[in-house]
């Protein structure tokens, strides 16, 4: 049996690379997982707005919404565009 002799930078170069992949995988992931409708919950996180606020912006139509049920939806997409709109206002 023929016995290998590891040393620091091999270890170092091994860990190296496996963090490497590991992010190039988290990333992909993040991407192919990303939502393409948010909850109401979702949005006031995303927005640090109050359930009051968010219902007043759906009631004037500054954020639409689709509800399906109980549960009201709202897209990302529209969501981002508004949050681009109100940052090129300024």
């Known amino acids: 049996m023929a016995v290998e002799i590891i040393t620091r930078e091999d270890l170092m170069s091994f860990k190296h ?6 992010r190039d995988l988290l990333s992909a992931t ?3 997982q990303q939502k393409k409708w948010l ?13 009051g ?17 109980n549960t009201i939806y709202y897209s990302l997409q529209e969501i981002e ?9 300024q």
């Open 81 to 89: 565009q508004l949050l681009e709109q109100g940052r090129n206002s």
């Open 53 to 69: 606020t968010l219902q007043n912006y759906r009631v004037n139509g500054t954020i639409r919404y689709t509800k399906f049920g």
């Open 30 to 32: 993040k991407v192919s």
């Open 39 to 51: 909850k109401t919950r979702e949005v006031i996180k995303m927005l640090q707005i109050s359930p």
């Open 17 to 22: 690379e496996l963090l490497n992949d590991l």
